[in-house]
């Protein structure tokens, strides 16, 4: 089918409509070749140089009445795993990435860097924010810019949902206490080591002060998938025969990822607002982890070696615990 290209403006950028506007196709191609979802606000604004026919294609994308579940940052190993949680529910759910190679009928592109682009949030009535910059390294090598999608991108974005009336669910981590104790609990003084601990405490302090009953902030420790990238390379190194090097000065309290998406999805469907944490059982090396991971397998167990992090960094906790608190 041939396409029928549309032009606008929207703020300095041109954004193009590509081929006929089918209600299930919701994309547009910005010049950059990267697909955008046009806020259904846009479709109503007066101001703009909207033809009837480009109008008419506007109106298309417009949502049905019934609400559902957004999940910013789909693709992030939480957002994934809560997306297919709620595929088996059979709950409607949509979600967002910053790859338009992703872009589909439910994935939206959406980046936090892009001031231009907006979300159409009054169709949702949950939206589980899990777009962040989550290496704390980065976060603490490259400031300003993790500080723009953790901090000012992301308050900007939930007051956005706040205000449209959307439920929002918050992940934080135990990074915003300082780690000299074990299993802090929810009311412990926080008190991060972190730029990645400091942004999340400043995001929670503004959702407590603000949200009014409308969000919940879920701290977690380590989450295990099997895609967790410490987990790859064991499993790789184990394949080929190589040493298999962890870390016996380094802790951690690793939760299986279906524990933490059962915890969002309780909490979704509660809609209880509050601080709550979940942890693991308890506080290990990654050596321990590692010997627990292999345990079934010998020969990799005869590739495991303790080994000392090279050069302990001062923003990383010793303690990486939280006493589970969750809403009953
Ligand atoms: N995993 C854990 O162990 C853990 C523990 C405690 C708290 N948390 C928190 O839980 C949330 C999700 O963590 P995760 O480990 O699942 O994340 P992840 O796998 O590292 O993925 C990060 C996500 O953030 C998105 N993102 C990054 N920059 C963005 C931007 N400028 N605009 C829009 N989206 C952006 C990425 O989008 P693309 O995929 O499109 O690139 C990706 O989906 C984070 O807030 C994290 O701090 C995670």
Same mark, same amino acid.
């Given at each position: ?37 046009? !806020? ?17 294609? @506007?109106?298309?994308? *417009? ?30 759910? %949509? ?5 338009? !190679? ?6 939206? &592109?959406?980046?936090?860097? !892009? ?25 603490? &090598? ?10 000012? *991108?992301? #308050? ?12 929002? #669910? ?25 730029? &990645?601990?400091?942004? *999340? ?18 701290? %977690? ?42 915890? /969002? ?12 944490? /979940? ?16 345990? !079934? ?9 303790? @080994? ?7 923003? %990383? ?12």
């Amino acid at each position: 089918m041939p396409s029928c290209p549309v032009t606008w403006s929207k703020g300095s950028e041109s954004l193009r409509f590509v081929g006929p506007p089918p209600i299930s196709e919701r994309k547009f191609v910005k010049p950059d070749n990267k697909s955008v979802w046009i !806020d259904n606000a846009l479709a109503n604004r007066r101001d703009s140089k909207i033809s009837r026919r480009e109008k008419k294609a @506007v109106a298309a994308l *417009k949502l049905p009445d019934d609400k559902r579940t957004l999940i910013v940052g789909i693709n992030s190993q939480i957002g994934a795993s809560l997306a297919e949680r709620l595929a088996r529910e059979n709950l409607p759910f %949509f979600g967002t990435t910053r790859n338009s !190679d992703n872009v589909s009928d439910r994935v939206i &592109y959406f980046d936090l860097l !892009d001031s231009d682009v907006s979300l159409p949030l009054q169709d949702f009535d949950c939206v589980i924010v899990c777009s962040a910059v989550t290496s704390i390294a980065e976060c603490e &090598y490259q400031i300003e810019k993790s500080k723009r999608v953790n901090v000012t *991108k992301t #308050i900007q974005l939930i007051d956005r949902c706040l205000a449209n009336g959307c439920f929002v #669910i918050y992940p934080s981590s135990n990074a915003v206490f300082d780690g000299t104790a074990p299993f802090n609990l929810p009311g412990d003084q926080p008190n991060p080591k972190s730029m &990645y601990g400091f942004f *999340k405490l400043v995001v929670e302090e503004h959702i407590t002060k603000n949200a009014d009953g409308n969000a919940a902030v879920v701290r %977690f420790t380590k989450i295990i998938t099997h895609q967790s990238p410490f987990l790859q390379s064991w499993r790789e190194n184990a394949k080929m025969g190589s040493e298999i090097a962890a870390f016996q000065d380094k802790f951690f309290s690793p939760i299986p990822i279906e524990d933490a998406v059962t915890t /969002l999805y309780m909490i979704m469907k509660k809609r209880r607002a509050g601080v709550f944490q /979940l942890g693991g059982a308890e506080e290990i090396s990654y050596f321990d982890y590692a010997s627990q991971v292999f345990a !079934d397998d010998p020969t990799a167990l005869s590739l495991l070696k303790a @080994v000392k992090q090279p050069e302990p960094k001062s923003f %990383f906790n010793h303690y990486n615990s939280l006493a589970t608190r969750l809403p009953e």
